[in-house]
């Protein structure tokens, strides 16, 4: 863990992690950041967010904080924008070494670092436009709720423009600390891979707080946006305000002109229609993803449909409903709230049907608003016309995406 400079009060701690699931959930095969941020005032000092309680993690966020004249016993204020323990978890071995502090959060945050860690603590409960004054570095408040627990806040520090965003616009992946020009020369289309994959994950359900959000501090100097994983944005944090508010326009279904298609099959017949799909899809010249259900993994699902505005879903009937995994990847989508998509289904089935009844309930359930053209559905193996109507379809579909 190390610590890095961004501007005259405030210093980013780093820690990285690999080879473990995000939340139990999400894959990163790319690693992650868990940022935390020192700001030094001249009378007080603040560490804002932090890292999880991960075993050797709270002794080496000393040491940085070393690498800054300070030990733990020169905090006075700890600033969590988000109760969530990945930010949070430290805290449990630093109030064993220095309770002389007071926990600055929402009235909500609070309650839960009381249900969390105790309350061996002072607490200061802070609210709309409360600030904090640590002498040459000032700390403004605004509540940002449900980017992606309702308890978040953002916090500014005024004298140099930086916007604490928790896990507000940050990213999977390990990059360098800040948007130097060998960020944008050499990482950035793998962080804006891993930023999308991030935002599908952790921030997509909530997509219409997200988008709120880029206004809060709207009419302050907003000059270094510093998100709690992921990279900071010191030289253009338009950037990735512009790079989110892209995501959440593709929450709505306001995406590019491609097609993501989703495809299951148990003994090969939904396969014969797939890779139809695949053919009518090239010949029409249609960008196109095609990813195997179960074999990607959700987390990649999620994106690849955030980015297209079509769908199809070729699966099979399964025990008169759809195919399991991929009824659970539907569920995850639509719990996810990815809106208005122009979709098609095909698939196979044995005895009866039954797949595109429990599709259509799962984005009824969801209130996602996509719009299907007419399913190509087949006993058995597909026949010629079966064949025929699905091409015919994909066409339907490629002319209604535009």
Same mark, same amino acid.
């Given at each position: 863990m190390k610590l890095h400079k961004i501007n005259d009060s405030v210093y980013k701690i780093t820690a990285t992690a690999s080879d473990f699931l995000f939340e139990s959930i999400w894959p990163v095969p790319h690693g992650v950041m868990m940022n935390s941020y020192l700001v030094k005032g001249d009378n007080f000092c603040a560490v804002i967010d932090g890292? *999880?309680?991960w075993d050797g993690v709270p002794e080496t966020l000393y040491e940085a904080l070393a690498e800054a004249d300070m030990k733990?016993?020169?905090?006075?204020?700890?600033v969590f924008n988000h109760l969530e323990p990945d930010h949070t978890g430290w805290l449990e071995s630093f109030v064993k070494i220095h309770s002389d502090f007071t926990l600055v959060s929402s009235a909500k945050g609070l309650e839960l670092a009381k249900a969390f860690y105790g309350d061996s603590y002072r607490t200061m409960a802070v609210k709309n436009g409360d600030v904090l004054e640590l002498g040459g570095a000032e700390l403004e408040f605004q509540m940002a709720p449900n980017i992606h627990w309702p308890e978040t806040m953002f916090t500014l520090e005024r004298t140099t423009g930086t916007l604490f965003t *928790?896990?507000?616009?940050?990213?999977?992946?390990?990059?360098?600390?800040t948007?130097?020009?060998e960020f944008y020369a050499e990482s950035l289309p793998l962080y804006k891979e891993e930023a999308l994959r991030y935002y599908a994950n952790i921030l997509a359900a909530?997509?219409?707080?997200?988008?709120?959000?880029?206004d809060v501090f709207a009419d302050r100097n907003v000059r270094v946006i510093a998100p709690a994983h992921g990279t900071v944005f010191a030289s253009d944090p338009d950037y990735v305000k512009g790079l989110f508010a892209r995501f959440t326009e593709w929450s709505k279904g306001n995406a590019g002109d491609s097609i993501t298609l989703l495809y299951s099959s148990?003994?090969?017949?939904?396969?014969?229609?797939?890779?139809?799909?695949?053919?009518?899809?090239?010949?029409?010249?249609?960008?196109?993803?095609?990813l195997n259900i179960p074999e990607t993994h959700v987390s990649f699902v999620l994106p690849a449909v955030l980015r297209a505005r079509g769908v199809i879903i070729a699966a099979p009937t399964y025990e008169y409903k759809m195919f399991p995994p991929m009824a659970a990847v539907i569920d995850d989508i639509g719990r996810k709230k990815i809106e208005k998509?122009?979709?098609?289904?095909?698939?196979?089935?044995?005895?009866?049907?039954?797949?595109?009844?429990?599709?259509?309930?799962?984005?009824?359930?969801?209130k996602l608003g996509w719009s299907f053209g007419k399913s190509v559905t087949f006993k058995g193996n597909p026949t010629e016309d079966d064949l025929e109507k699905t091409r015919a379809a994909v066409r339907e579909l490629a002319d209604r995406i535009g």
């Open positions: 890292v *999880c309680g733990p016993e020169d905090i006075d204020y700890v *928790c896990d507000g616009y940050g990213a999977y992946g390990i990059f360098p600390h948007d130097t020009p909530f997509h219409g707080f997200v988008a709120k959000g880029l148990m003994y090969g017949s939904t396969d014969k229609a797939t890779a139809v799909i695949k053919d009518e899809l090239t010949r029409l010249g249609v960008r196109f993803e095609a998509r122009k979709a098609l289904y095909v698939g196979s089935y044995g005895w009866s049907g039954g797949a595109e009844k429990e599709l259509n309930e799962i984005v009824e359930s969801y």
